[in-house]
């Protein structure tokens, strides 16, 4: 049972380019969220899922995802930003235990 | 809107003793309230949750909290720190509109000396 796996785990990104982190999680949960932490800010909801087929984002803009199943969540920069650099971490949860979060991702954007 | 504060960037304490990290919430109705613990280069793990019953609550590694409705707090504490609890704590809220939101402070780092 691996829980909620992340990939890549570091990655440097120039401004402009376009990149999708991956997120898949084998708990069968149906929710799924995408958090950015950035030191002193804590943890920021960009996106989540309530199950395959549905999302809804907290974030304007600088980002996409879907979720054509349970298990995969990708989310996508569209047009990499410096400010967009940040480490990003993906949970699930089945609703009552709170999230299972994955080991995140350390993306720089230059 | 449902909201958690964590007033201390960080807390130093010293291996055998008691330690706090403290947690502040605001909602509209009664809070879900968790703990997360992060170590370094690791995701968040789960440390314990408030959802009804007891006001102090036990979770995992010897940490429990007490959640104070008079005081809207929900501080983490343990009786006896080891060096291996150094790490970040986020305290963090459940949204009661869309029960699978949850929203987390700012985090504290806490520091056990030998």
């Known amino acids: 049972n691996a829980g909620v796996t992340q990939t890549p785990k570091f990655h440097i990104l120039k401004t402009g380019q376009s990149m999708t982190l991956q997120c898949a999680q084998d708990m069968n949960h149906g929710y799924m969220s995408w958090y950015r932490q950035d030191p002193g800010m804590g943890l920021r909801l960009i996106y989540y899922?309530?199950?395959?087929?549905?999302t809804d984002k907290e974030v304007p803009n600088g980002y996409n995802v879907s979720r054509l199943n349970t298990e995969d969540f990708p989310l996508r920069l569209v047009s990499a930003a410096p400010s967009q650099t940040s480490v990003y971490l993906c949970?699930?949860?089945?609703?009552?235990?709170?999230?299972?979060f994955g080991s995140g991702t350390r993306l720089t954007v230059v | 809107a449902q909201s958690v504060a964590q007033p201390e960037d960080q807390v130093n304490v010293a291996e055998g003793n008691p330690l706090t990290v403290k947690c502040t919430y605001s909602v509209s109705g009664n809070p879900y309230l968790f703990w997360y613990v992060q170590y370094p280069n690791r995701g968040l793990q789960f440390l314990l949750k408030?959802?009804?019953?007891?006001?102090l609550v036990k979770g995992s590694y010897g940490f429990e909290a007490e959640f104070n409705k008079s005081q809207t707090s929900f501080h983490l504490k343990k009786p006896s720190a080891l060096v291996s609890d150094s790490a970040l704590y986020f305290c963090?809220?459940?949204?009661?509109?869309?029960?699978?939101?949850?929203?987390f402070g700012s985090g504290t780092k806490l520091n056990v000396k030998p």
């Open positions: 963090a809220v459940r949204d009661l509109d869309n029960f699978n939101k949850f929203y």
């Open positions: 408030y959802i009804t019953g007891d006001n």
């Open positions: 899922s309530a199950a395959a087929g549905t």
């Open positions: 949970a699930s949860t089945r609703g009552e235990y709170g999230y299972t």
